[in-house]
């Protein structure tokens, strides 16, 4: 599970129990306060850094359990204190969701049980030793028929996997439990007219979707840029449920973004490889050589003022570059896969990144606050690289942004349409790629279709 994915599914999480202006604050502290609790001493220092913008970032080390801790901590806010006993068939189940702060020692002595009924169970076999790894989120299910006498101890570490612990007569037997999730599909649309986050949140698409989304087009559209009043997307995507309760968010199956008249529709596809991804219906790859900006959207809307009509004010001047002003610290990205060939001062530049991409592209980033890259190091499209700041000749915060071919600047907004095409399906795929992908496409269409007669009909009066 990657940083994206946990950041994705947190922020989905805290996004159905807060408003907005607290819920990224609230990602950042909490993601934070995983780092604290999960980091050995000698990196606390290194991982907790000044701006709850970067934190994210700083993260790219977080292992699958650390994962699955973050996507569960935001729990807290709604569990009880006290552990909450079920009676079913009159054998007491004493089910406990760990907080933070709990210990797996004070969580047995809650139940009843000594620390000796806990080394008993911790030293039976290799995979009890997940009780020194528990997190909090993590749910305990306790079995004791008689007090003190431990039958069975279920742990779950998402409602889909945990572990099951059996007492036989030589300790205690352990069993994986794996569930699958039952998928649903969901179908939402949405209409700018402030900015895209404002439109998702206002339909009620969570935020995990349409950053998602942005990704999808980021290679077609700049979503910084580009987006204007009126214009119209919508997602079709999975839902995720166990024993029908809702436990979270899958894939984008479909989605479409129309942009001052221009339709752009991406369908997922797993190809012969096995490698996921989004293309047009015509099969042409979403991903393309460069991304269209180099800021990180999502995080940008962060810092979104309501009461301002755009959250970046931009300027295209004669100086060879694009100016996306932003806070201090938004994380900045390479367009493309390249390599670090300058990340040094450079007068009126200030703090500089250069990266040089195949096929005799160059990219420039100026005016940063600090670098996350060396020179030398290989960088892949959407990597971090630097944060946005104000050294050099910039008089506020922004990016300058740069885009040279041969060694000549281009225009970062129209050189698009000059670049080599996108790699697209292979034509020996295309059969498979086209009856595997037609029915979604149509039951895609047929929603966005009914969407448009709705929003256009004429009104009776
Ligand atoms: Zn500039």
Redesign the pocket.
Known sequence: MDIIEIIKQYAQRYSQLFPREHFYTAIGLAVALVVLLLIPDNDKGAAVPNQSIAIPVELSSATEEEATTAFNLSDFVVEEEEPVTEFVDEIVWQNIKVQSGDSISTIFQKVGLSDQDMFQLLNSSDEAKILDRIYPGYQLDFKIPEQGELEQLRILKSPLEGILFTRGDNGYQAEAILKEAQLRQSFKVGTIADSLFMAGQQEQIPAVHIMEMANIFGGVIDFILDPRQGDQFSILYEEKYLDGEFIGTGEILATQYVNQGTTYTAVRYIDEEGEVGYYSPEGESMRKAFLRNPLDVFRISSNFNPRRRHPILNTI?A?K???YAAPTGTPVRATSDGRVTWAARNGSFGNLIVLKHSGGFETKY??LSRYAVKKGERVRQGQVIGYVGATGG?TGP?L?YEFLMGGTHQNPRTIHDKLPKAKSIDSAEMDSFRSRTAGLLEQFSNLNNSLYLTINQPSAD
């Open positions: 001047r100086h570059g694009t100016d100026a005016h910039a922004h300058h």
